[in-house]
């Protein structure tokens, strides 16, 4: 391929790769607080009435930690590995609601938030491997405006995943009238695994296209300007990260 034209396929598959990473797990966001309390409201043992709220907490916390290391890690994995990784542990949280049990969801939300930092430093890193100065605002803009996407299609994903469980769930909705609480939308096993199974089978291909995308940097990139022979190590990182953040 053309050296001047190798970029927007890089571009566009990094735009495809977090496209469809997000379509998988923003769209489940939307549904996730109601989905584990249907699963509480049938088995209370298994997990807490608002596990959606305390999963999120968790993976703020160790996403804000892991963003201390994620650029150390960079340095070791590459920018090409740390967005397979990343992507990687966006699969397996999802794939946790097919075993809905407060151990597996605790967990794989607090490995999330690992996942989602070591993904966005992986994110900028390629970016800048295969954009010039020329071609970085064109870069950026065709690799959001896929990414932007993923809502609109998650939607699609939701509304033909229930349109399919519609008359199950609503047998369901009737047999339990009487013990469920009102205020949230309640959602079946089936109905569980039905749309769960939609959004893994999306952020795998995320994974796939992850495994799949060019390294090789283009000739002049911005990377390239700033490129260090000697990596720094993670103390000297940190201290230089405490050091601009005292001053």
Not at 54 to 74: I, S
Not at 96 to 125: D, K, V
Not at 192 to 219: E, H, K, M, Q
Request: negative net charge.
């Amino acid at each position: 391929m053309r050296e001047s034209r190798y970029d927007l396929p890089c571009a566009a598959l990094l735009g495809l790769g977090q496209l469809c990473m997000f379509m998988g797990y923003d769209t489940q966001l939307t549904i996730v607080e109601p989905v584990l309390h249907s699963v509480h409201d049938r088995s209370p043992e298994s997990i807490d009435e608002h596990a959606g709220y305390y999963g999120l907490a968790f993976c703020y916390v160790t996403v804000t930690l892991a963003n201390l290391v994620a650029p150390w890690a960079l340095g070791i994995l590459g920018s090409k590995y740390a967005l397979l990784l990343g992507s990687t542990l966006f699969s397996v949280h999802i794939a946790s609601f097919f075993f809905i049990h407060y151990i597996p969801y605790y967990l794989t939300s607090a490995t999330l938030g690992i996942g989602c930092a070591l993904f966005y430093t992986g994110h900028g890193a390629y970016a800048t491997e295969h954009s010039t100065k020329a071609t970085i605002e064109r870069n950026s803009a065709l690799t959001w405006a896929l990414a932007m996407i993923s809502m609109t299609l998650g939607g699609m994903v939701m509304l033909f995943t229930i349109e399919v469980s519609e008359e199950n769930s609503e047998v369901d909705l009737l047999s339990k009238a009487t013990s469920i609480d009102s205020s949230y939308r309640q959602y079946s096993e089936s109905e569980i695994r039905l749309l769960y199974g939609a959004f893994l089978l999306v952020t795998l291909v995320s994974n796939i296209i992850f495994v799949l995308i060019p390294t090789r940097a283009v000739n002049n990139s911005i990377a390239s300007l700033s490129y260090r022979k000697e990596r720094i190590g993670f103390v000297i990182q940190m201290s230089k990260y405490w050091s601009a953040t005292l001053e």
